[in-house]
């Protein structure tokens, strides 16, 4: 019975592998990057503008404790008036400030709008590719 | 004949759950991916294959089952699987991580995971999976309690 069952699962585990193999083969070739959404920088640039750079997690509180780039500073737009005197401590008129959310999404862009308009920061730049693009290899 | 409508239903609902789950997340590996390194548990290369294998053994694994084909191997993924995420999402809960399961893909709204929600199905998931092992194996078991019946008892004496 035990080998039936063992037998059975690995036909099973092949039959699954094959349009696996085919679905990584097209999914997991290097891709061109693509192409920046106005007010978006790259990782690559955001890092080599450092230590000039105040990072800002909107992502939720929960997700910026348990990981997030060293030094960002946490605020979303439900937290907002809680966590802007923690920003406006960080902050350093030398310093550019980047926002990050998880890949895409309006955290990011919110949050950065606001800075923009409501708290008249500059300059602003929002993380192509989110928190993502930081957990990538 | 109640058995057998319970088995259909417990079959056909299980195998179109797993099937169902496994073609959300083929439609869209890449978000698959990101579900699963969320958890923190797997290292990114070991990420990539489970966002590529794991949907497909669930379609195989239930349509396995909806047909009765492979049926003891269905079955037997399905439990295996619905351990693994019973253990994943308890850890991720415990850990208090603000995540998306990924269990059904991205259907429906992107938002954290409710995890007694999910702890419930995947428990339900995984006792389907023993009700209908124990059901196809019920035959063999029957054999066994004759056997043991037919050596134990003394064959009744009629008096004449």
């Not at chain 2, 998931?125 to 023993?130: E, Q, R, W």
Request: hydrophobic residues 50%.
């Amino acid at each position: 019975m035990i080998g039936r069952i063992l037998r059975e699962s690995a036909i099973i585990a092949v039959l699954a592998a094959l349009p696996a193999g085919v679905m990584a083969w097209q999914h997991l070739q290097v891709k061109p990057e693509g192409p920046l959404a106005p007010g978006e920088v790259r990782l690559s640039e955001a890092k080599a503008w450092e230590p000039a750079v105040l990072w800002v997690d909107a992502r939720s509180p929960a997700k910026h404790a348990h990981r997030t780039i060293p030094g960002a500073v946490q605020i979303d737009p439900e937290n907002w008036e809680e966590r802007i005197p923690a920003l406006l401590d960080a902050w350093d008129p030398d310093k550019r400030i980047v926002v990050f959310g998880d890949r895409e999404g309006d955290a990011a862009a919110t949050v950065a709008l606001r800075l923009r308009e409501e708290m008249q920061l500059s300059p602003v730049w929002m993380l192509h590719g989110g928190f993502e693009a930081w957990l990538r290899p | 004949m109640m058995r057998r409508a319970f088995e259909l239903l417990l079959r056909l609902g299980l195998g179109g759950l797993f099937a169902f789950a496994g073609a959300v997340k083929v439609r869209d590996p890449e978000a698959f991916f990101w579900d699963v390194h969320h958890f923190d548990l797997t290292p990114w290369d070991v990420s990539i294959g489970i966002a590529m294998f794991l949907p497909w053994v669930e379609i195989a694994s239930g349509i396995a089952l909806i047909s009765r084909k492979l049926y003891l191997g269905a079955i037997a993924w399905c439990a295996l699987m619905s351990t693994i995420f019973l253990g994943a999402i308890s850890i991720a809960w415990a850990r208090g991580l603000d995540i998306t399961c990924g269990c059904f893909g991205r259907v429906g709204p992107e938002n954290a995971t409710n995890y007694p929600q999910h702890l419930a199905l995947n428990g339900a998931m995984l006792g389907a999976a023993i009700l209908l092992g124990l059901l196809a194996l019920r035959p063999s078991a029957l054999r066994i309690v004759d056997g043991a019946r037919g050596a134990n008892e003394r064959p009744e004496v009629r008096s004449p």
